[in-house]
């Protein structure tokens, strides 16, 4: 029997030739590397299983609400004779309206079943009952309600709405259940609370953020005019304050310009701007007559007002 002769060394031109003996040699080192992958894997997979970009949940306590910026005008008087007669084409667009505004809370057919009233205490009014109603189920009573709301209740009000509109959501909701007639009474005591056949003037709207920055601005003028003011009286002896006296038509409405506006930043560019258009700049045309060292003193006067307006906005 012929034994293989044991080799002293590995040729490895015959392992190319035998792809198996080469795999065999290699699949130690292959094995131990996948061992060794497993184990980093398995230490770090806390810190693998991280989100390279932190989740961020926005906290809904802080969430700025403002009220929206609105145009006022005058909503159109009401025909009071309609109210006790509605027609099909007034009912219908007060079941567009309920379908908007009411029907989450209150149902499909008013039974305080809506998908937005689950979570709600108390619950949403359940209009087919006729007992427990906060401010009534009469015809006055029910535009109360949508005029100015139930807080109390979670009930809000729908006063961005027309008359028009209010008085269309109560005639389809009276479809939705028995209500107490309408009487002229009823009609009379509405219109007398919220001059319905006069119209209702509803005034501009603006939210409070902008409300906010428009009062401080107002303040800050008046500030800065009263700082303005105070520098003028002040320096009126200066050469600069003679000069803007003598050779302007306003000398504080000049001075203001200057307050509120920009100047040129070298005295010859200054002067090159007021010699074009005196007059438009609030000079008197004599002016171009002055000479250097005056026309030296106005800039550096007129300058030193440019600068109050930043020093007193810095504070």
């Not at 131990?32 to 989100?51: A, E, M, P, R």
């Not at 007669?85 to 219908?92: A, E, G, N």
Request: charged content about 25%; proline content about 5%; overall charge negative.
């Amino acid at each position: 029997m012929n034994r293989k002769k044991v080799e002293d060394e590995i040729n490895f031109k015959e392992l190319l030739s035998n792809p198996l003996r080469l795999f065999a040699i290699v699949y130690p080192y292959f094995f131990i590397v996948i061992i060794l992958i497993g184990i980093f894997y398995v230490k770090n997979l806390d810190s693998i299983s991280y989100n390279t970009i932190p989740v961020s949940y926005i906290d809904s306590l802080n969430v700025e609400r403002d009220i929206p910026l609105k145009k006022g005008g005058i909503m159109p008087a009401v025909d009071l004779s309609k109210i006790k007669s509605p027609d099909q084409t007034i009912i219908d667009k007060g079941k567009e309206l309920y379908d908007a505004n009411c029907l989450s809370c209150h149902g499909a057919q008013g039974m305080g079943d809506g998908p937005a009233g689950v979570a709600l205490n108390p619950k949403p009014r359940n209009f087919q009952e006729e007992t427990g109603w906060t401010n009534g189920r009469n015809f006055q009573d029910l535009y109360k309600t949508l005029q100015e709301g139930i807080i109390k209740n979670g009930m809000a009000a729908y006063e961005y709405l027309s008359p028009a509109d209010r008085i269309s959501i109560i005639h389809y909701m009276r479809t939705l259940a028995e209500y107490p007639e309408i009487t002229e009474e009823q009609i009379s005591e509405v219109d007398l609370a919220y001059r319905l056949s006069e119209g209702t003037n509803v005034p501009n709207q603006i939210p409070v953020k902008k409300s906010e920055s428009l009062i401080i601005k107002e303040f800050k003028n008046s500030e800065s005019q009263a700082g303005l003011f105070n520098y003028l009286e002040k320096t009126s002896e200066l050469p600069g304050a003679r000069l803007l006296k003598e050779y302007s038509f306003d000398p504080a409405a000049v001075a203001q310009s200057t307050f509120y506006g920009e100047i040129e930043s070298t005295t010859d560019d200054f002067i090159k701007s007021v010699s074009l258009a005196p007059n438009e700049r609030g000079f008197n045309s004599s002016i171009i007559s002055l000479d250097k060292s005056n026309w030296q003193n106005l800039f550096t006067y007129l300058r030193q007002i440019a600068n109050l307006n930043k020093q007193i906005d810095a504070k």
